[in-house]
């Protein structure tokens, strides 16, 4: 990619269409539906000790599908449930949406007029306002001022790293890349430039959420992974 940051150029395939990550996000979905239940128990969790007028929430990792909104509709519930068995007012919710700048945000923004119909249908009119909005930029970094946010969700997102591995670039090694979509047990030089990048980068994106989130908030991330030190995703 030349002189081109990976933030600039990469992003799932936008719209409707055959081929486009709205119709091509199944298994991110089945994920969601069985992270549930971790979801709940951090929402519930946070909910017992703060009860925020105003709830500031980040999706990142949005991408472009109806995902997001199906994490949304979850996180909205749940906060709901709590308000309620502690009758409390319903609290206004800030949503903010987030994706590297080539995300296809529109078509999510295009969903949200049934999505709050079809929520006002199922849940009546005693909700809070909810705010949605979207919020470019990589995750690897700040997004957000300090002491901001009160719960922070991703799933599937954050094994896309910021970059390339330095070592990678004009090596011998990425040369055998060229051939191969997949990083493999083969090649233990070139796992072991990315498992060091992902390192780098996971550190950079707990530093930024440390900043971000108030003291006692949530964070939820769902990443695929292995409890064996020598297996690689591709490898199951």
């Not at 949304?72 to 800030?94: E, G, Q, W």
């Not at 900043?211 to 297996?231: F, P, W």
Request: glycine share 8%; proline share 5%.
């Amino acid at each position: 990619m030349g002189s081109m940051k990976v933030e600039d150029v990469l992003h799932m395939v936008g719209g409707v269409g055959k081929t486009s990550y709205t119709n091509n996000s199944r298994l991110q979905k089945a994920v969601l539906i069985r992270a549930r239940p971790t979801l709940e128990e951090n929402l519930r969790d946070f909910y017992s000790t703060q009860l925020p007028q105003c709830v500031k929430i980040a999706e990142l990792g949005s991408s472009s599908g109806p995902n997001a909104l199906t994490v949304l509709s979850d996180i909205i519930t749940v906060t709901d449930m709590c308000y309620r068995d502690k009758n409390h007012p319903a609290p206004d919710l800030k949503v903010y949406l987030n994706d590297l700048p080539g995300n296809d945000f529109n078509t999510i923004f295009r969903s949200l007029p049934s999505f709050f119909r079809d929520l006002e249908e199922e849940k009546g009119r005693n909700l809070g306002a909810c705010f949605i909005s979207g919020t470019p930029g990589s995750f690897y970094g700040r997004l957000f001022p300090k002491n901001f946010l009160h719960f922070v969700h991703s799933s599937y997102s954050i094994h896309w790293l910021s970059e390339v591995p330095k070592g990678l670039v004009g090596s011998n090694e990425a040369a055998v890349m060229k051939s191969n979509i997949c990083v493999t047990k083969g090649v233990p030089l070139i796992t072991k430039a990315y498992q060091e990048q992902f390192g780098d980068d996971f550190t950079m994106f707990l530093r930024s959420r440390a900043e971000e989130i108030v003291s006692g908030g949530r964070m939820v991330l769902t990443i695929r992974g292995s409890t064996e030190a020598d297996d690689h995703m591709w490898d199951f």
